[in-house]
């Protein structure tokens, strides 16, 4: 009697979200209309673009990918490098090699349509615990429990849960599948996220628009600022290095390499540089043994810093003309956008522009 009255209580829970999600709900460019029936192709991009990286950036990435590859058949026929070019800026860039892998995959063992279990998802490249999840559910509606970091924060604040994130994790993912719904669960799972980007938000929750706010405990406790609890974060380590930039002898091209196809921004393209050392900056004279030409080299004022997941890279700039080079290619500068270019590289590339301009 007792599971059966917690059951009922959860129940009542989750219908109260679905009802505000049927008022409130976010209207994105992936999602189906209400009362319409999900794109798994489309679900799928768009939890690819998501992770690590936020709504409002993937959107117009998002609309530009359905533009050029309507469905997941256009997307496995098309070449890696195009993707590359397309994903460009997005970063995480093994993210475009995966996405490739997938849809071929998909389109070779699963005849163009996705399997719609977690566990068969959570098999096909560039999905984790959380995308498989949150595919099955979305995309197909199956019971799933779908925790991404917005959800923790629900919890952690519904729940009053002191213990700080990592830590909290498995706690907090037990709290949310007690709350799991007896159906809709596609819907649920947006619901939550749009509850946890709207309304729970990390500051300054907008807590009397929440349709859980009578049984929240950290509104009760007075606990909102303060959960979820975090360990502070390391702080990241320091990596240097000295960037190349070749102008040919009219300055209308750079030089660019490609990078390997394994490690970080895998595949993509980049100005040359020294390794990335935490060690201090190498003197240019050292370091124009790195270089990809003999020329004379010179340093410009500056520094171009870039944050990854693991580390912050910082660059010094050195730029050159020279219209002779082993390898690379040359790419003009006006041209540099449909290159599979990473933000880094664009900076840098930038930073030696407005030294130009100003020069
Ligand atoms: S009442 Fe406030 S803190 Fe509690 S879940 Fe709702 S928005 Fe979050």
Not at 58 to 73: A, D, E
Not at 88 to 108: D, M, N, S, T
């Amino acid at each position: 009697v007792a599971q059966k009255m917690e059951e009922g209580k959860s129940f009542a829970l989750s219908n109260q979200l679905l009802a505000w999600y049927d008022r409130h709900r976010r209207v994105l460019p992936w999602r189906a209309l209400p009362g319409g029936a999900p794109d798994p192709y489309k679900v799928w991009l768009s939890e690819i673009m998501l992770q690590q990286t936020t709504v409002a950036t993937v959107g117009p990435y998002f609309q530009k990918f359905i533009k050029r590859w309507p469905t997941l058949h256009d997307l496995a026929k098309a070449d890696l490098e195009s993707i590359r070019q397309m994903w460009a800026g997005l970063g995480y860039y093994r993210r475009a090699q995966l996405l490739h892998e997938c849809a071929r995959l998909v389109l070779r063992n699963y005849k163009d349509s996705f399997p719609s279990s977690e566990n068969e998802l959570r098999k096909l490249p560039g999905f984790g615990p959380y995308t498989a999840a949150a595919v099955a559910a979305i995309a197909f509606d199956q019971r799933a429990n779908v925790i991404d970091g917005n959800v923790e924060r629900v919890m952690a604040r519904l729940r009053a849960v002191k213990t700080p994130l990592p830590k909290a994790k498995a706690k907090l993912r037990a709290l949310a599948e007690a709350l799991l719904p007896n159906k809709r669960f596609g819907d649920y799972a947006q619901a939550l996220m749009d509850l946890g980007a709207t309304v729970c938000t990390p500051k300054s929750p907008k807590c009397s628009l929440c349709p859980w706010i009578s049984v929240c405990e950290a509104k009760a406790k007075g606990l909102i600022e303060k959960l979820p609890r975090r360990v502070p974060a390391k702080a990241k380590p320091q990596r240097r290095a000295i960037a190349f930039v070749l102008y040919d002898a009219k300055k209308r091209r750079v030089l660019l390499r490609r990078r390997p196809a394994k490690g970080l921004l895998a595949g993509m393209m980049e100005v040359p540089t020294t390794v990335w050392s935490e060690k201090a900056f190498p003197k240019l004279e050292t370091a124009q043994k790195e270089a990809p030409v003999r020329a004379c080299w010179r340093l410009i004022p500056g520094v171009v810093r870039h944050v990854f997941s693991h580390f912050e890279l910082e660059l010094k700039v050195a730029i050159a003309s020279s219209s002779y080079t082993k390898s690379g290619c040359w790419v003009l500068q006006d041209r540099l956008a449909n290159q599979a270019l990473p933000s880094v590289m664009h900076k840098v590339i930038r930073h030696a522009q407005k030294h130009e301009r100003e020069a």
